[in-house]
C-alpha cells in the first residue's frame, strides 16, 4: 500500500540556519511527489513537485527537495531559514493511477524558527 | 480574490446536528476533494468528485456525504454529527494533471 513517512514531528532551527525535512515513500513504481506548507490559519500552498526528469527540483521561497529513488525519499532543504518560514509542512504521494489525482499525505513536520 | 473558498471558516456544533460545509471554485477545474486534517495523522481523503456526475469515496467517507451542486461548487454534510468528526476540513480542486489548490479550511468542533 502507498503510504507517506515523516519522520520528524517537531524541527526546531534557528534563523539562517539551513534545513531539511525528510520525507521517505512506500510506493510500487516512480511515485508523483509534492511538497506542502501550511501556515498558520492558511489553507495548503504548493511548494515544489517531481514527476520526473532532474532529481533535483526547485521551489517557490527558495526551496528544493531531491528524489532519491533507492532511499525511496524525498527530503525538502533550504539553505538559509527565515523567520516566515515557520509553519507546517507535508509531503504527499500522487498515484494517478487511471488519470485519478489523488494524493496521500504524511502526518507533517511543524518547524519551528528562532530568531 | 481567492481561488477556492470555503464557508463557514469556523463552526462550531452539538452531537447530532447535521452540519454542511460548502466549497467554490474559480479556477474551472472539473476535480474537487474534500481532506479532514487531525493533528498527526495529516490529511485524509473523505470523498472526491470528477465532475457533476462523478462521486467517490475516499478512505474514510464513513459518516459523511457530499453533493457536487455544479462544476464550481462541492458541499460536505455531516448528517448527525459527532464529537470525533472535530477536525480541519480542506476543499481542493485539480485540473487533474498534477497539482491540488487547497481553499483555507474550515475548523469544526463538535460538541
Known amino acids: 500500500a502507498q503510504s507517506v513517512t515523516q519522520p520528524d514531528i517537531h524541527i526546531t532551527v534557528s534563523e539562517g540556519a539551513s534545513l531539511e525535512l525528510r520525507c521517505n515513500y512506500s510506493?510500487?513504481?516512480?511515485?508523483?511527489l509534492f511538497w506542502y506548507v501550511q501556515s498558520p490559519g492558511q489553507g495548503l500552498q504548493l511548494l515544489l513537485k517531481?514527476?520526473?526528469?532532474?532529481?533535483l527540483v526547485q521551489g517557490i521561497k527558495g526551496f528544493e527537495a531531491e528524489f532519491k529513488r533507492s532511499q525511496s525519499s524525498f527530503n525538502l532543504r533550504k539553505p538559509s531559514v527565515h523567520w516566515s518560514d515557520a509553519a507546517e509542512y507535508f509531503c504527499?504521494?500522487?498515484?494517478?493511477?487511471?488519470?485519478?489525482?489523488?494524493?496521500?499525505f504524511g502526518a507533517g513536520t511543524r518547524l519551528a524558527v528562532h530568531p | 480574490d481567492a481561488d477556492v473558498t470555503q464557508t463557514p471558516r469556523n463552526r462550531i456544533t452539538k452531537t447530532g446536528k447535521r452540519i454542511m460545509l460548502e466549497c467554490s471554485q474559480t479556477k474551472g477545474h472539473d476535480r474537487m476533494y474534500w481532506y479532514r486534517q487531525d493533528p498527526g495523522l495529516g490529511l485524509r481523503l473523505i470523498y472526491y468528485s470528477f465532475d457533476v456526475k462523478d462521486i467517490n469515496k475516499g478512505e474514510i467517507s464513513d459518516g459523511y456525504s457530499v453533493s457536487r451542486q455544479a462544476q464550481a461548487k462541492f458541499s460536505l454534510s455531516l448528517e448527525s454529527a459527532i464529537p470525533n468528526q472535530t477536525a480541519l476540513y480542506f476543499c481542493a480542486t485539480s485540473d487533474g494533471r498534477d497539482t491540488q489548490y487547497f481553499g483555507p479550511g474550515t475548523r469544526l468542533t463538535v460538541l
Open positions: 504527499a504521494v500522487g498515484p494517478f493511477s487511471g488519470g485519478y489525482n489523488k494524493l496521500i
Open positions: 510506493y510500487g513504481a516512480t511515485p508523483y
Open positions: 517531481y514527476f520526473s526528469g532532474d532529481t
